[in-house]
């Protein structure tokens, strides 16, 4: 299987740009779907991003206009560019992998069919400061 890692959190300004990166190795499914999650103390994880096999993509509209993702044709991985970040978005991220079982995007939007991605990585740190 998959297995997926995520690095490029760290800490800026508001109004600051960070790109996060999710490495794929392994094996993939040949119909995928990709999503970026985010996570608060105390709060559930939500979707942010959704990138599925045909390069479309769905954002929540929070993110939209702000938010880039897009797929790592090295590795099957894919990047998050995060601009204009605000403080609301400080929170733990994630990458997730799953078959696109459904619309890609409403895999990632919708909290009871989570279980369609079956590989997670290890989440990476963003913290935004006024």
């Known amino acids: 299987q998959v297995q997926l890692l995520e690095s490029g959190g760290g800490s800026v300004q508001s109004g600051g740009s960070l790109r996060l990166s999710c490495e794929a190795s392994?094996?993939?499914?040949?119909?995928?779907?990709m999503g970026w999650f985010r996570q608060m103390p105390g709060k559930e994880r939500e979707g942010v991003a959704a990138l599925a096999s045909d390069g479309s993509t769905t954002y929540i509209p929070s993110v939209k206009g702000r938010f880039t993702v897009s797929k790592n044709n090295a590795n099957n991985g894919m990047y998050l560019q995060m601009n204009n970040l605000q403080p609301e978005d400080t929170a733990m991220y994630y990458c997730?992998?799953?078959?696109?079982?459904?619309?890609?995007?409403?895999?990632?939007?919708?909290?009871?069919?989570?279980?369609?991605?079956?590989?997670w990585g290890q989440g990476t740190q963003v913290t935004v400061f006024s």
């Open positions: 997730a992998a799953g078959r696109a079982v459904i619309p890609c995007g409403m895999q990632v939007l919708t909290p009871q069919l989570r279980n369609h991605f079956g590989v």
């Open positions: 392994g094996s993939t499914d040949s119909s995928f779907c």
